[in-house]
C-alpha cells in the first residue's frame, strides 16, 4: 500500500481543508480602487478565494487596515464593487500578496466571479 500523495493540483478538494469556508485557487484578473471606488482602478490579480475574503496580488505595497473597492475586470457594468480590508501582506516574488477579509460578505452570484 502506498502513502497518499501529498502532492494535488488546485482544482482538486482536499478532505483534510476543514475550513469553515472552503478556498478556491484560481487567478481571476480584478481592478482595485480605493475604498470609495472614487480614484482610477488599478489591475490585480485573485489568486485565492473563499466566503471570508480573499488574497489579492498587487504591485504596490498597501498597509494593514486599509480598506479597499475590488471588482472583476469582465463583470458586467451592474456589478457592484466589493470592499475589503487588508489584514495581511508578505512581499512574494515581484509582487505583495494582500491577505483580506470581506467588509460585508458579497452575494453569492457576486463571489463566484473571484473564483
Given at each position: ?16 481543508d476543514r475550513r469553515e469556508a472552503p478556498r478556491t485557487r484560481r ?40 480598506v479597499l473597492s475590488v471588482r ?44
Open positions: 500500500m502506498q502513502p497518499p500523495s501529498s502532492a494535488s493540483t488546485p482544482d482538486e478538494s482536499n478532505p483534510a487567478q481571476v484578473r480584478v481592478q482595485v480602487t480605493d475604498a470609495d471606488a472614487k480614484m482610477p482602478p488599478v489591475s490585480a490579480w485573485v489568486s485565492d478565494c473563499s466566503l471570508g475574503g480573499l488574497c489579492l496580488s498587487v504591485k504596490e505595497e498597501t498597509p494593514v487596515g486599509t472583476p475586470s469582465t463583470a458586467p457594468a451592474g456589478v457592484p464593487w466589493v470592499q475589503i480590508q487588508v489584514k495581511s501582506q508578505r512581499r512574494f516574488e515581484s509582487v505583495w500578496e494582500l491577505g483580506c477579509q470581506f467588509v460585508r460578505t458579497p452575494s453569492y452570484s457576486v463571489l463566484l466571479m473571484f473564483s
